[in-house]
């Protein structure tokens, strides 16, 4: 009996740890559309490998921002690092700007893109999360 609760609980502990990666594991979809909405409107200024520009943009490859909250990735974009980050972080030559005209499906796209791409497959953003900070 008891080696039959243990390999049961095992099972549903299994289980779980499945089901959770895969709500966070983007669709090949969103990763194609991220990847086009980063090239014609992030490309320019952060480089298509992501390696920024020394003392004019930063890099996104390894930053924290990126592998971080994604909450906080998000308002980062919506609302521009200058109103969203701490006064003491690293300030580059080139100001990037919000970028609220981006629709919460493109901005979920781009950002799980390049969490995926540059930022330690750190998880997928959904449109409603964008949404939900829009609306504050």
Do not use: W
Request: with cysteine.
């Amino acid at each position: 009996m008891k080696t039959s609760l243990f390999f049961l609980l095992a099972a549903l502990c299994l289980m779980a740890v499945c089901a959770s990666s895969q709500s966070t594991a983007p669709a090949p979809e969103q990763l194609a559309a991220g990847e086009k909405v980063y090239t014609n409107t992030c490309a320019a200024c952060h480089m298509v490998d992501g390696s920024g520009v020394s003392n004019i943009q930063p890099a996104l490859d390894g930053d924290a921002v990126v592998a971080g909250d994604p909450n906080m990735l998000i308002r980062v974009v919506l609302e521009g690092p200058a109103k969203v980050l701490p006064a003491d972080r690293p300030v580059f030559s080139n100001t990037m700007p919000p970028f609220y005209q981006l629709s919460d499906q493109d901005l979920a796209d781009v950002l799980t893109y390049i969490r995926q791409e540059y930022g330690n497959k750190a998880s997928a953003i959904q449109p409603s999360q964008v949404a939900a900070l829009r609306r504050e």
